[in-house]
């Protein structure tokens, strides 16, 4: 009775909600557990129908240009729910971390050459900067 009380409770709260089910890409690391404190950076990218292949392509030789820091946690796509649809989760110690790993990318040979041909797949992209509670195991 509780539960079904709170239930109705938190739907008045509720806005919206969407749900996908996510595959990791095979080329980037399984997150795993990390000391920190970091902050998180969640970078969603929704790309044309038809694109998620050659995104996967770019990608897997892309990622070693953002390997150096250990900055990169997790890459992934949907499978159920909005299609072609891709997150990657990117580790950093702060705000000024983050500013500067993504400079530095941009200073290593390859790394354009990986945007030049990922950028024209995206319809949109987002970014969110999250902290971890204390019970999450990425610090």
């Given at each position: 009775?509780?539960?079904?009380?709170?239930?109705?409770e938190?739907?008045?709260?509720?806005l919206?909600?969407r749900?996908?089910l996510?595959?990791?890409?095979?080329f980037?690391n399984?997150?795993?557990?990390?000391?920190?404190?970091n902050i998180?950076?969640?970078r969603t990218y929704?790309?044309?129908?038809?694109?998620?292949?050659e995104?996967?392509?770019?990608w897997?030789?892309?990622i070693?240009?953002r390997?150096?820091n250990?900055?990169?946690?997790?890459g992934?796509?949907?499978?159920?729910?909005?299609?072609?649809v891709?997150?990657?989760?990117?580790a950093?110690?702060?705000?000024?971390?983050?500013?500067e790993?993504?400079?530095a990318?941009?200073?290593?040979?390859?790394?354009d050459e990986?945007?030049?041909y990922?950028?024209?797949?995206?319809?949109?992209?987002?970014?969110?900067?999250?902290?971890?509670?204390?019970?999450s195991p990425l610090?």
């Amino acid at each position: 009775q509780e539960y079904l009380e709170f239930r109705k409770e938190r739907s008045r709260m509720l806005l919206s909600r969407r749900n996908q089910l996510l595959l990791e890409f095979s080329f980037w690391n399984e997150p795993l557990p990390r000391q920190g404190p970091n902050i998180y950076e969640l970078r969603t990218y929704k790309l044309k129908p038809g694109t998620m292949i050659e995104w996967g392509n770019n990608w897997a030789r892309a990622i070693k240009y953002r390997q150096e820091n250990q900055e990169a946690v997790g890459g992934f796509f949907s499978q159920i729910g909005e299609l072609y649809v891709v997150h990657h989760l990117w580790a950093y110690k702060d705000l000024q971390s983050r500013e500067e790993t993504r400079n530095a990318a941009w200073r290593k040979r390859g790394w354009d050459e990986n945007v030049y041909y990922t950028v024209p797949l995206i319809r949109s992209m987002e970014s969110r900067i999250m902290i971890p509670l204390k019970i999450s195991p990425l610090q």
